[in-house]
């Protein structure tokens, strides 16, 4: 399911919402889910858009959701330098966070090996 937009987003809460939309719709009580993706399309620089001629914005709630964006990166940001080695020590959105004690976490037995982003997953040629 695609859920297109009539102006450009960049707000991570924006594009959060839009998806709990579109899951709200395909949801069904009772089916078993392994597992869902997010795939964003049309992306370019912020420059390159163009606004729609018959919205208007709210710019007092986009200057907003701007700062809170930029203070949760700088707390990232400060949080990484502070502790490094202990990337899972983050700030974000309650909505996109999955507990460690949650019964339905992914299951991490069968998950592929990250040759580009883990030097120890890398194959060995003896």
């Not at 914005?57 to 080695?85: C, F, R, T, W, Y």
């Amino acid at each position: 399911m695609s859920l297109p937009s009539k102006s450009s987003i960049s707000d991570t809460v924006v594009m959060i919402q839009a998806v709990r939309k579109v899951l709200d719709k395909t949801y069904k009580d009772g089916l078993k889910y392994a597992k869902t993706g997010v795939m964003l399309s049309g992306i370019c620089e912020y420059a390159e858009t163009m606004s729609d001629l018959f919205e208007m914005p709210d710019e007092k709630a986009q200057v907003e959701s701007e700062k809170l964006i930029a203070v949760m990166d700088e707390i990232n940001q400060q949080l990484a330098h502070a502790l490094p080695g202990r990337a899972t020590t983050k700030l974000f959105l309650t909505s996109t966070a999955i507990e460690k004690n949650q019964t339905w976490q992914m299951s991490r037995a069968l998950l592929n090996p990250c040759y580009t982003t883990k030097l120890s997953d890398l194959l060995g040629i003896d």
